[in-house]
């Protein structure tokens, strides 16, 4: 009798918790079928690098058997300014499109809505989230010799407060499995650098309880703080791209002095700092250059592979705490990879940025492409939404109107940004002869100068013969 009066109570704790959730906190539940389950989530949480990679295996229920149309996905308040990147998938692994839904619809929170193209009583949605700077590095200085602490700072249950759930699971992974401390909520297991968490069951939405980790991860955190690259096209068969990259090391700050001493003795005890990065090219890249605001730097490698140029960059000093480098890395590629013709109507399809390195965090990527002179009907085609800037004119040699520039720039990039963006222009091929015209009609021109010039007699010989004879 007690046993069923528990479950009685459990059940109207849970369904109180549940219709707790009003229009009024959240506009959008008149939108949404409150008859969807969360019938099981299994979270995954990767902390292993600077990034928070979270990925969701939602299978979705209809407690009613009607069919799922479409479902939402909430990003807490807490985590949208940290949110990068979010994608979903189906059950057969095919891509979803997330809709942002309108400011204010969900509160402080963020809301996705994805729409699925078969319609059924169940369903399963695979969400993967990137989320940058969410690791918080304490303490937050350190000396040389001192390991890097960070703490995570999340939560432990689900959320989704529009919906049930009814059983959830949690595995984080970590970057060693040194840890401090950790959230203990029962069941918990902490087993070399992972700790998992649950299953819990029937959790009411309304909870919001703090997942805390603090451990050791000595991952490269480097930001790059301002990236411009510049793709300069030309139609005689070349695409030369330059880039200027701010870097700062945005771990824990050195405290103290450096020792050069100290370093060279025991690099293996400076676990923090950055010696060097891997950078990934095309494989057609050629003339690649790697210099800095004193010259060309020569302590990096270059290996060809079969589907990439690898560069492992090397910069004159390891990076610490707090540390910065500027550099600028630039190398030339065929145009007929990347530029497709049709006509008089020309397609570049060319990556917004490179791989710089892995688990990169990129805080402002501006992106200008230099188009040949005299281009029209200029129509920009990104992967994602980025700001247009206003465009410009840029002048070389030979150039009489200016070559048209189209910027645009794009904020908090991770490595899932790396997409082709699509550069559609009008280019008459009578174009093309113009500038080797001004060449000839120049050169024709100082010729015709020349002859006029030679067959000038400037002389005074003649007149002194004649002075003579009259004498």
């Given amino acids: 009798m007690r ?16 219709s707790a959730v009003t229009s009024d906190q959240f506009p959008g539940l008149a939108n949404v079928d409150r008859g969807i389950e969360n019938k099981n989530v299994e979270r995954t949480i990767d902390i292993t690098s600077q990034l928070v990679k979270i990925s969701y295996k939602i299978s979705l229920n209809h407690a009613e058997k009607q069919n799922i149309k479409s479902y939402t996905f909430l990003v807490r308040g807490s985590e949208r300014g940290y949110l990068a990147y979010i994608s979903a998938k189906d059950s057969s692994k095919k891509e979803l499109k997330l809709t942002e839904d309108k400011p204010g619809t969900w509160g402080e929170h963020l809301g996705y809505t994805m729409t699925f193209s078969t319609n059924t009583p169940t369903q399963v949605v695979y969400i993967e989230a990137v989320f940058t700077k969410a ?28 919906y049930k759930t009814v059983t959830q699971k949690t595995t984080v992974h970590l970057a060693s499995k ?12 902490l087993s070399e650098n992972t700790v998992t968490y649950g299953p819990y069951e029937n959790v009411p939405s309304t909870s919001d309880e703090e997942m805390i980790i603090h451990y050791e991860n000595n991952s490269p955190f480097l930001t790059v703080t301002r990236l411009e690259r ?16 701010d870097i700062v ?3 824990a700050e050195l405290k103290g002095s450096f020792s050069r001493y100290d370093f060279q003795k025991d690099p293996r005890g400076a676990q923090s700092a950055v010696k ?4 990934i090219l095309p494989a057609s890249a050629s003339g690649v250059y790697y210099r800095d605001t004193n010259g060309n730097i020569s302590t990096s490698n270059m290996k060809t592979l079969k589907d990439s140029v690898e560069l492992d960059l090397r910069p004159r000093f390891p990076l610490f705490g707090g540390w910065r480098t500027h550099y600028t890395l630039g190398y030339n590629v065929p145009s007929y990879e990347y530029l497709f013709r049709r006509g008089d109507d020309f397609l570049l399809k060319m990556r917004v940025v490179d791989h710089i390195y892995d688990d990169v965090i990129i805080d ?13 009907n200029i129509k920009l085609i990104t992967p994602y939404s980025v700001t247009r800037l206003p465009d410009s004119l840029h002048y070389t040699y030979l150039d009489t109107i200016g070559r048209p520039v189209i910027s645009f720039t794009k904020k908090n990039l991770v490595e899932n940004h790396i997409h ?9 091929t009578i174009s093309m002869l113009y500038e080797p015209a001004l060449v000839i009609g120049f050169l024709f021109v100082i010729f015709v100068a020349v002859i006029f010039m030679m067959r000038l007699d400037f002389s005074l010989t003649k007149e002194r013969e004649v002075h003579h004879h009259k004498d």
């Avoid at 046993?3 to 549940?18: D, K, Q, R």
């Avoid at 690791?135 to 989704?160: D, M």
Wanted: net charge neutral.
């Fill in 3 to 18: 046993l069923c009066l528990l479950v009685i109570g459990t059940l109207l704790l849970v369904g109180c918790s549940f």
């Fill in 276 to 279: 060097s990065y891997k950078t």
């Fill in 364 to 376: 402002e990527a501006v992106v200008k492409i230099i188009l040949p002179e005299r281009c029209s």
């Fill in 420 to 428: 082709d963006f699509n550069l559609k222009y009008n280019f008459s």
């Fill in 230 to 245: 510049t793709i300069e096209i030309s139609h005689w068969g070349n695409i030369a791209v330059e880039e200027t990259i």
């Fill in 135 to 162: 690791l918080i590095p304490h303490p937050a200085r350190i000396t040389q010799s001192e390991r890097q602490l960070v703490k995570y700072h999340g939560h432990l249950y689900f959320f989704s407060p529009m």
């Fill in 178 to 189: 040194n840890v401090e401390s950790y959230t203990q909520v029962k069941p918990v297991i």
């Fill in 249 to 251: 090391h945005s771990g």
